[in-house]
């Protein structure tokens, strides 16, 4: 009797072991496949947006998306489009066209994050841009700039969203739907730079008498950053060249590249300086609002032109 139940426990223990070991080979399976997803997501992730979306449709047409704040900032693209057609989604009008022979949807957003973010989420929807740039003023936090330059976007990130103390607004990384963190930095898409630096070369950019002499603006690249007020202070201009390393700001384009990166479309923010974003800064606003307009718009148009002569060059070869 003795030796039948060490018999039986002989033959449970093999059973046993031959389940822990598959169990065993199956969880280390299950791991290295886990690890193996966790590379290939990494590796999407490091793709920037236009890499991403040449996997997803390698074929797809370019249409190019412009948004910008104010009317006076998108009236020169609008009367550039032919033949027009204009959409209206929730009160927000949206004017498809061509550019030359670019297929490009222009818009109006109005001021502010909410607004901007709202009208950069409405265009992604309904129109499916292969790219969004977003084009106006803003003010220049670089002391060398002066009314007139151009800042071309490399990043942007927003300066407003984090903890307020009584020591100060600590700045956070903003959060995804689905309360990830987001880089505290969108970078912008490098194609879009290096075009709308060689943009900056061709562009028809008014000359501007500012301090009684009249200059030719210049074609900057740096950081800009956004917030929902209207930078006139020294001090504050000052903390944000000093934290983030700002060349410009303004109060829409880190919204509209939150969403951007999100949904992974490239885009580019491209800045006019209106003012110095100190205490001059109201004056210096009404006065050189117009031609800074002007000469952002310019040279989005030279770049929209630059961007569909490399398409067809890209098709021809």
Not at 103 to 132: C, Q, R, W, Y
Not at 164 to 172: D, H, P, Q, S
Not at 203 to 209: D, P
Request: some cysteine.
């Amino acid at each position: 009797m003795n030796k039948l139940v060490i018999l039986v426990s002989k033959i449970n223990f093999v059973i046993l072991f031959g389940i822990f070991s598959l169990i065993s080979l199956e969880s280390i399976a299950q791991t290295a496949s886990d690890i193996e997803a966790t590379k290939e997501e990494s590796k999407k992730n490091k793709l920037s947006a236009r890499q991403k979306q040449a996997l997803k449709n390698p074929n797809r047409k370019p249409f190019t998306g412009v948004i910008g704040a104010m009317q006076v900032e998108v009236d020169l693209f609008k009367l550039k489009v032919h033949p027009k057609r204009d959409t209206v989604i929730m009160g927000i009008t949206f004017t498809v066209g061509k550019m030359r022979t670019r297929d490009v949807v222009v818009v109006k957003s109005g001021i502010g994050k909410v607004n901007s973010a709202m009208t950069a989420a409405l265009l992604l929807e309904h129109f499916n841009p292969s790219e969004v740039i977003f084009t106006g003023i803003a003010g220049g936090i670089d002391s060398s700039f002066l009314p007139g330059d151009i800042v071309v976007g490399d990043r942007a990130a927003q300066h407003d969203f984090g903890q307020l103390t009584t020591e100060g607004i600590t700045v956070w990384q903003t959060f995804d739907y689905d309360e990830t963190s987001n880089p505290l930095f969108f970078p912008c898409d490098s194609l879009l730079i290096k075009k709308s630096q060689e943009a900056g070369e061709k562009a028809r950019i008014k000359f501007i008498r500012t301090y009684d002499a009249k200059r030719k603006p210049t074609i900057n690249t740096g950081t800009i950053v956004t917030g929902d007020v209207f930078v006139a202070s020294t001090q504050f201009k000052n903390r944000l060249e000093k934290e983030f390393e700002a060349k410009a700001v303004e109060m829409e384009g880190g919204a509209v590249a939150q969403i951007c990166y999100q949904q992974d479309v490239p885009f580019v923010i491209i800045r006019s300086i209106s003012d110095t974003a100190d205490e001059n800064a109201a004056k210096l606003y009404k006065k050189f609002l117009k031609v800074a307009s002007f000469n952002a718009a310019h040279l989005v148009s030279e770049l929209i032109f630059l961007l569909e002569k490399e398409s067809k060059n890209r098709v021809n070869n």
